[in-house]
Nanobody, 114 residues
């Protein structure tokens, strides 16, 4: 399984971005996909999760601003990020958890200017 994250960039505070995580391989439909982020000098932290049944969970810091969704036919998970703040600046990673495996993408940088 390989994961390719994209969609990061530079945006002003209050703006929006949509991240995409495209999976190759056969396990996408049987796994839970997560987004994590790591800000400079900080530990990686959980952002959002979506299960195979499309149930979603969010970190408190992004609840109400971020929305995770999946398109199983395209093997893609999206993270819609609205009302961005400078505190959202980080490298965002997608992660696929399946039975017996844990896969990571390469990360996409999101920079929010004030």
């Amino acid at each position: 399984v390989q994961l390719q994250a994209s969609g990061g960039g530079l945006v002003q505070a209050g703006g929006s971005l949509r991240l995409s995580c495209v999976a190759t391989g056969n396990f996408f439909t049987s796994g839970t996909t997560n987004w994590f982020r790591q800000a400079p000098g900080k530990q990686r932290e959980f952002v959002a999760r979506i299960t195979t049944a499309s149930r979603s969970v969010y970190a408190d810091s992004v609840k109400g601003r971020f929305s995770i969704s999946r398109d199983s036919a395209r093997k893609t998970v999206y993270l819609q990020m609205d009302s961005l703040t400078p505190e959202d600046t980080a490298v965002y990673y997608c992660n696929l958890q399946v039975l017996g495996g844990d896969y990571w993408g390469q990360g996409t940088l999101v920079t929010v200017s004030s």
